[in-house]
């Protein structure tokens, strides 16, 4: 596990990083579940990890974004969870601060999703094969940080690639994500 001591007063445990295409994010629920990637690049922490890491909802979750011209952002949530494998990891995520627009708690209480697993409320579409990824989603998104890797921003198709609505759009997928949580 990569630990942050440095951002916000450190303590954080990383569980997902996006920096560049070598990992392939399009992957099924065994993957998603045990965890898969690179802990020095890209990388996957795995759901049951996350749920050992958040059994209550006392953590607090921070995600960190960069596109393509080199801008920066970030999101902190002063609640999050993800439940057990019986609820198919539901996410609990509440309290947004940060610059980068609120676009994960459009996504609260989901049941996360992959290609082969479809938990999302999209009542003729699985979003995770839809959308090229994997995530607590809705019907469809507003988030997906384990979308398609694009390695630019151009010519992205709508509502693909490594997502964040309320700072970018539906149009432009980002160069780098991070996702990291800590205790309260």
């Given at each position: 596990?990569?630990?942050d001591m440095?951002?916000?007063g450190?303590?954080?445990?990383?569980?997902?990083r996006?920096?560049d295409d070598?990992?392939?994010?399009?992957?099924?629920w065994?993957d998603?579940e045990?965890?898969?990637?690179?802990?020095k690049g890209n990388?996957?922490?795995?759901l049951?990890?996350?749920?050992?890491?958040?059994?209550?909802?006392?953590?607090?979750?921070?995600?960190?974004l960069?596109?393509?011209?080199?801008?920066?952002?970030?999101?902190?949530?002063s609640?999050f969870?993800?439940?057990d494998?019986d609820?198919?990891?539901?996410?609990?995520?509440?309290?947004?601060?940060?610059?980068?627009g609120?676009?994960?708690?459009?996504?609260?209480?989901?049941?996360?999703?992959t290609?082969?697993?479809d938990?999302?409320?999209?009542?003729t579409?699985?979003?995770?094969s839809?959308?090229?990824g994997?995530?607590?989603?809705?019907?469809c998104?507003?988030?997906?940080?384990?979308g398609?890797?694009?390695?630019?921003s151009?010519?992205?198709p709508?509502?693909?690639?490594?997502?964040?609505y309320?700072w970018?759009?539906?149009?432009?997928?980002?160069?780098?994500?991070?996702?990291?949580?800590?205790h309260?």
């Amino acid at each position: 596990v990569y630990c942050d001591m440095e951002t916000d007063g450190g303590g954080w445990t990383v569980f997902q990083r996006r920096v560049d295409d070598s990992v392939d994010f399009y992957r099924n629920w065994a993957d998603y579940e045990e965890g898969f990637g690179d802990l020095k690049g890209n990388y996957w922490l795995g759901l049951a990890n996350i749920h050992r890491l958040t059994p209550t909802d006392d953590s607090s979750l921070r995600i960190e974004l960069g596109d393509f011209e080199g801008n920066k952002r970030f999101a902190k949530y002063s609640q999050f969870q993800v439940l057990d494998a019986d609820s198919k990891y539901a996410l609990i995520v509440q309290g947004y601060g940060g610059n980068a627009g609120d676009s994960l708690t459009y996504h609260n209480t989901m049941k996360f999703s992959t290609k082969d697993s479809d938990s999302d409320l999209h009542s003729t579409s699985n979003c995770a094969s839809e959308f090229k990824g994997a995530w607590w989603f809705n019907r469809c998104l507003y988030s997906d940080l384990n979308g398609q890797y694009y390695t630019d921003s151009a010519n992205v198709p709508i509502w693909h690639g490594v997502h964040w609505y309320h700072w970018k759009g539906n149009k432009h997928s980002l160069k780098l994500s991070e996702m990291k949580l800590r205790h309260n």
